[in-house]
């Protein structure tokens, strides 16, 4: 008799429980998740966790927790997960290439502070694209194998590494490109003289007569400009 009553008190309190939940549940229907669109409502899972039926990219339909979908674990009806390893692991047979080398190269400049190049090109905050950063087969792609006696040179110097900033160029197509950029490092930070006077607001001509005429790094950059009067003051 006492059992009875407890296993219907226990059921009831269960459905309010239920009940509650379903009033405090997010309506996720036609939102986007990575690849996954929510198109259906499945309820709760055994644990009291919200369900939804989705649409994924690739063709798939699955089922996954509202949380997964919300915290950004499932973007995917595991056709991404899938094709990452398929990319780990295939080899395209270039690992002691020079192009490959330089593709490896381009990101250390630009990544590693521990790279001895790293404060004129990361320190500059010089950037490799997204395609080509996660894609050695994508730089191959754009750029083509490493002719002999070249190396990768960008265009302008000031620009990040991307497809339409870089060219494969000898030493002194290199250096005559470089020739007048002038490179000055204050407070930890290396910038070329134009982005100088950019971030300082003062003249490029400015800058460099001052470099020319022996003043200090910190002097060049941060005296202000004397205003000229006028000839009625």
């Not at 919300?70 to 290439?97: F, N």
């Not at 894609?135 to 002719?147: R, T, Y």
């Not at 250096?175 to 290396?190: M, P, S, V």
């Not at 003249?203 to 004397?226: A, M, Q, S």
């Amino acid at each position: 008799m006492y059992c009875k009553v407890y296993y219907i008190c226990d059921a009831k309190k269960q459905t309010e429980r239920i009940l509650k939940m379903s009033r405090n549940k997010l309506q996720l229907i036609g939102e986007k998740y990575g690849r996954l669109t929510v198109i259906a409502d499945m309820g709760f899972s055994k644990y009291q966790q919200s369900q939804w039926r989705c649409d994924c990219s690739c063709g798939n339909t699955c089922v996954v927790l509202g949380n997964s979908l919300q915290s950004g674990a499932t973007q995917s009806c595991g056709c991404l997960r899938i094709e990452r390893v398929k990319q780990t692991q295939t080899t395209h047979g270039m690992t002691s290439s020079a192009t490959y080398l330089t593709w490896i190269r381009m990101i250390q400049r630009c990544e590693n502070h521990k790279n001895t190049y790293y404060k004129i090109y990361g320190g500059r905050v010089i950037k490799v694209c997204k395609r080509w950063r996660n894609s050695f087969i994508n730089f191959f792609k754009d750029m083509g194998e490493k002719p002999k006696g070249k190396t990768l040179d960008r265009i302008d110097n000031d620009g990040n590494y991307y497809p339409h900033n870089c060219r494969w160029a000898t030493r002194r197509t290199q250096q005559n490109n470089r020739r007048n950029t002038i490179y000055l490092t204050f407070k930890g930070k290396t910038h070329t003289l134009a982005q100088w006077s950019r971030y300082t607001k003062i003249k490029y001509v400015t800058l460099y007569t001052r470099i020319r005429h022996g003043w200090t790094i910190e002097d060049v950059l941060t005296t202000p400009i004397l205003e000229r009067k006028t000839k009625s003051q």
